[in-house]
């Protein structure tokens, strides 16, 4: 350090502040998304107030389960990227959506007809 003490949260410190638990945001270091900006005197890191922002930005993303790339590419430049990637997320979140009812539309199906003779069609009919 440069004769400069160095300030900011403690990983320990931004799990109570913004309720993202210390696993999560070990996580981030790991797919280097945010790196925490300071380290103190003793070697732990130190977060900032932008990095708890963009913290909470990624931890939001990982919440609507954008892709690690998207998520990059939105931290790095998030007025550049946000809208662009919020579409895109929309878009699979639809098409998981019509996977998911279709799967759940027919998981219904074969719990309801087990014990007929619709049950053999229905499980002929997807192999």
């Not at 440069?2 to 696993?23: F, M, N, Q, W, Y």
């Not at 996580?27 to 890191?45: A, N």
């Not at 009812?101 to 619709?118: G, I, S």
Request: net charge positive; charged share 30%.
């Amino acid at each position: 350090m440069s004769g400069k003490k160095a300030t900011g949260k403690t990983i320990g410190e931004v799990e109570k502040l913004t309720g993202i638990p210390k696993r999560e945001l070990k996580y981030f270091i790991e797919q280097r998304l945010v790196q925490p900006s300071q380290k103190s005197e003793s070697g732990y890191w130190l977060y900032s107030n932008e990095d708890i922002l963009n913290v909470q930005l990624a931890s939001l993303c990982r919440e609507l389960d954008f892709p690690v790339r998207s998520i990059r590419a939105i931290l790095e430049a998030p007025s550049r990227h946000w809208q662009t990637e919020l579409e895109r997320q929309i878009v699979r979140l639809t098409e998981k959506k019509v996977r998911t009812e279709a799967q759940l539309a027919r998981a219904e199906a074969l719990r309801l007809n087990w014990k007929t003779a619709e049950w053999a069609s229905l499980i002929q009919s997807s192999i």
